[in-house]
């Protein structure tokens, strides 16, 4: 199964083609949340945009360029590289909770769990190249920045770790739960107690990653 090439198109310089540049990614991201990829047409994001089909192509050169970049621009706002700098200076514990809390809301923000349920629509309709870029562009990304982070922290003392790779999975795992499904299934009754919840999860599980990578 071939991947979508993760082409960059040219970046415009001039002012007027940044704002159209902008405005092409946030009709973009939320037509493909609204309607899946399928259900989305240039057409329609040169409309919501207000440009005109040539400039979305000149831009990004075709759909499965421009889902791409929507991915990877929105990933890059939401985590930026420096949420996972790591400081040999401060506890373990405040630099792992720093992460936990960041992802924990972010992966079960009802936007982030939008884009999963167009992605699942997709993939169920025989399209799961978009669903294998979501995991280039999100989950790849994070989990080589977590686990850089990680070994620095072994690095430097603070965590005993034999599989590096194996122990950043189990760290989103335990941070999040059943919070994300429990949101992708809509069964979250009352807003407070949920973002209660999931706070709560994250510090959890933190302290029980500790509990077997801690060093003494």
């Known amino acids: 199964m071939s991947s979508i090439s993760p082409v960059r198109s040219q970046g415009p310089g001039r002012p007027k083609d940044l704002e159209k540049r902008a405005a092409i990614l946030a009709a973009a991201k939320a037509l493909f949340i609204r309607n899946a990829f399928a259900g989305t047409s240039m057409d329609a994001i040169a409309a919501e945009a207000g440009v005109s089909k040539l400039t979305v192509y000149s831009h990004f050169g075709d759909k499965d360029n421009l889902f791409r970049e929507v991915i990877r621009a929105r990933i890059e706002d939401l985590l930026p590289e420096n949420t996972y700098d790591y400081d040999p200076q401060a506890p373990v514990e405040q630099t792992l909770l720093r992460v ?67 122990a950043c999975v189990q760290f989103f795992a335990l941070i999040k739960g059943d919070l994300f499904m429990r949101r992708m299934f809509g069964c979250v009754d009352c807003g407070e107690s949920y973002a209660a919840e999931i706070e709560a999860t994250a510090r959890a599980g933190v302290a029980t990653f500790l509990r077997a990578y801690a060093t003494p």
């Open 100 to 166: 936990a809390l960041i992802h924990a809301r972010l992966d079960c923000d009802p936007e982030t769990v939008g884009t999963f349920r167009a992605i699942l629509g997709d993939c169920r309709q025989g399209n799961p190249r978009f669903g294998r870029l979501l995991w280039e562009e999100g989950t790849l990304r994070t989990h080589g920045l977590m686990e850089r982070l990680l070994q620095q922290a072994v690095d430097a003392g603070q965590l005993a770790i034999g599989d590096v790779p194996r």
